[in-house]
């Protein structure tokens, strides 16, 4: 069965500071995506990235960053230099393409960043 | 703005009552999906469209929920004899699709019910 966790559920940190969110996934397929969205106060989610199985480079967007390591089946998200703007909602996600393209979720890690 | 969209953002209803909520993909997206969130927790799939043909519902969708999307661009979900437990976030997120490829869904605004 495909699960996602995030075992972090809610995170505050200082602004300026970096901070990571862990996500580990259960899956059975060998070929899957893997998502991460953020929902800010306004509630609309947005698509933030996805990397597919057979792609373990790390990848580092602006400040943002992400981990991929099969061997541990994680996909962890780092925020270098954190902004209040940052705060929000963030999930993690799953799909096994194979059979379909739905999304499983995580429960989401709420980060707050103070100023 | 060429996003998705959903109407209507809010609906209160009494227990018992029907409701139908509309959504609008990004035009020439061919997948749209339902999803439904509630406080504290993920999304959770409902079902998806391919263009017309509804290709899977989940086992939360009761009997009492049904989803269309009649002409492969928007769709609607409907809620027969709401209960307390049907609220929740109603989201809708469309995708372009080639077969068996995942790509990004993009997601609408939302619609909040409130059964009472």
Redesign the interface.
């Given at each position: 069965a495909q699960k996602?966790t995030q075992a972090q559920t809610e995170i505050s940190v200082v602004e300026k500071e970096d901070v990571t969110l862990d996500c580990v996934y259960e899956t059975r397929d060998t070929t899957y995506?893997l998502?991460w969205?953020k929902q800010p106060p306004?509630?609309?989610?947005?698509?933030l990235i996805?990397r597919?199985s057979f792609d373990e480079q790390n990848e580092i967007s602006g400040r943002y960053s992400w981990n991929f390591q099969k061997s541990t089946s994680s996909f962890n998200f780092t925020i270098t230099a954190s902004q209040v703007v940052d705060s929000a909602v963030y999930?993690c996600?799953l799909?096994e393409?194979?059979r379909?393209?739905?999304?499983?979720?995580?429960?989401?890690t709420r980060l707050h960043i103070l100023p | 703005d060429t996003g998705v969209s959903q109407n209507p953002r809010h609906k209160i209803t009494k227990r018992g009552q029907n409701v139908t909520f509309r959504c609008d993909p990004i035009s020439e997206h061919n997948r749209l999906y339902w999803y439904r969130q509630t406080l504290g927790q993920g999304p959770e799939f409902l079902t998806y469209f391919q263009n017309e043909a509804q290709l899977e519902k989940s086992r939360l969708l009761s009997d009492r929920f049904s989803a269309e999307r009649p002409k492969g661009s928007f769709s609607t979900l409907e809620i027969q004899r709401t209960e307390q437990g049907d609220s929740a976030m109603y989201l809708c997120a469309s995708s372009l699709n080639p077969s068996w490829t995942a790509y990004e869904q993009y997601f609408g605004p939302g619609t909040r019910l409130t059964v009472t």
């Open positions: 996602v995506y998502f969205y306004s509630g609309e989610l947005v698509f996805r597919n999930f996600a799909s393409s194979e379909d393209d739905k999304i499983i979720f995580g429960k989401g | -």
